[in-house]
């Protein structure tokens, strides 16, 4: 994801909420495409995040999401499939000008949906 944003008040930064929007969907998006690779249909919640923000975004900036803990992606598809209902920590890194700027991590909950 790609974005620019200018405020109203003339400093032409990023609103943080709007940060922290696109991070979410950053994360979300990666759990919701490695599901559909799995074969899975599942409704995704996000149960808890937390956002830091470490320098404000004035230009062009990207967000890249992975699984906090790799090892951790085998442990939660067995668990969905055998309790229909798994978490998983995922982190999102807003980039502006090749610095980190915003850094997200989130507890997303997978429900099983045969009819998602």
Known sequence: MNGTVQVADGR???????????????????????????????RIVIQRSTTTYEQPITDTFTSSSVVCDPSDWLKFITTLKRRKRARV?????LECNETKACEFEGD?????????
Not at 25 to 35: G, Q, T
Not at 89 to 93: D, E, G, L, N
């Open 12 to 42: 032409e930064t990023v609103f943080g909420g709007s940060a922290s929007a696109v991070a979410i969907l950053s994360a979300w998006s990666l759990l919701y495409l490695r599901l559909k690779n799995e074969n899975m249909n599942s």
């Open 89 to 93: 920590k995922i982190r999102s890194i």
């Open 108 to 116: 997303f909950v997978a429900i099983d949906s045969p009819t998602a």
